[in-house]
């Protein structure tokens, strides 16, 4: 019998005074090592199954287990196999991200890295005296990361890690993440960042309106749900311009085609940007 890192098995959420189930009886079982996604529109449950898993919302129906533990039979003792960051930073502003570091390592009672050891980790080793308020909102959602893998988790929920961030802060924060699996770390993320997915998930599923609606590799669920397309550039009155096809044959590229004005022609892969509207409409 495999033994899974986060289990949920007909999860069932539902707030006080609230006529309606958020999480509709879902089922999860995510392997040890493995970097899987959880994906839906906003409101889709997501967020709120992250909450029991990470022992922070405690009513709920069914079973949910991390680390072959039911999440209810934990106490304190779950922060110390866990590692949580979410899209709103933790931090004290006025420590510096050194000080910040030092305060969080005394919360824990197992090994903890080394304030150094987890600012060099996400890139932050320069800024280690530098008082957190004064940190850009990369350098914050990294110092960020920086506590949740301070004490070496075993499993890391991350919520929206890269959400706001410029290119390149986006793609130091999946250099984290990608480094955490490398080092056999489970993580379940949370998140609308299409190229972090694409990178980083192993295999992701997409919920909505509480359900689980497909579960899958990225390239299987594009080869499933997503559709090739062919982009023409072309000129039309002195500009440029760009349309999008769904075959090679299609009758207006054909006619596009036919009056000489197409600069440039290729065709474009299914992307997952794609799967998650095919999947969440289709779910409607």
């Known amino acids: 019998m495999q033994n899974f890192a986060i289990e949920a098995e007909q999860l069932r959420i539902r707030y006080p005074h609230s006529p309606h189930d958020v999480v509709t009886g879902i089922d999860l079982a995510v392997a040890p090592g493995e970097v899987f996604g959880l994906l839906g529109p906003n409101g889709a449950g997501k967020s709120t199954t992250q909450r029991v898993l990470t022992g922070r919302h405690r009513e709920f129906g069914g079973r949910a287990a991390v680390l072959g533990r039911p999440v209810g039979d934990y106490g304190r003792d779950l922060y110390e196999r866990i590692g949580v960051g979410f899209e709103l930073p933790a931090y004290f502003p006025r420590l510096t991200a050194r000080e910040n570091l030092a305060a969080f390592a005394r919360l824990f ?131 440029l311009r760009t349309s999008q096809f769904p075959a090679p044959d299609d009758p207006g590229l054909l006619r596009l085609l036919a009056t000489g004005s197409v600069q440039t022609l290729h065709t474009r892969e299914a992307a997952l940007a794609d799967v998650f509207i095919a999947v969440t409409q289709d779910a409607a």
């Open 109 to 239: 009672r197992r090994p903890t890295m080394t304030p150094a050891e987890a600012l060099a980790a996400v890139g932050l080793e320069h800024a280690a005296d530098q008082r957190a308020s004064t940190f850009s909102k990369g350098m914050k959602m990294r110092l960020n990361l920086a506590r949740a893998i301070l004490h070496r988790p075993d499993v890391l929920f991350l919520d929206e890690p890269t959400s706001g961030l410029d290119p390149v802060s986006a793609a130091g924060v999946r250099a984290v993440i990608r480094a955490q699996a490398d080092a056999g770390r489970t993580v379940l993320l949370t998140t609308h960042d299409m190229p972090a997915v694409e990178e980083l998930c192993t295999r992701v599923a997409f919920m909505r309106a509480g359900s689980i609606v497909a579960v899958d590799t990225p390239r299987n669920l594009r080869l499933a749900h997503g559709r090739r397309s062919v982009v023409a550039s072309f000129t039309e009155r002195g500009a």
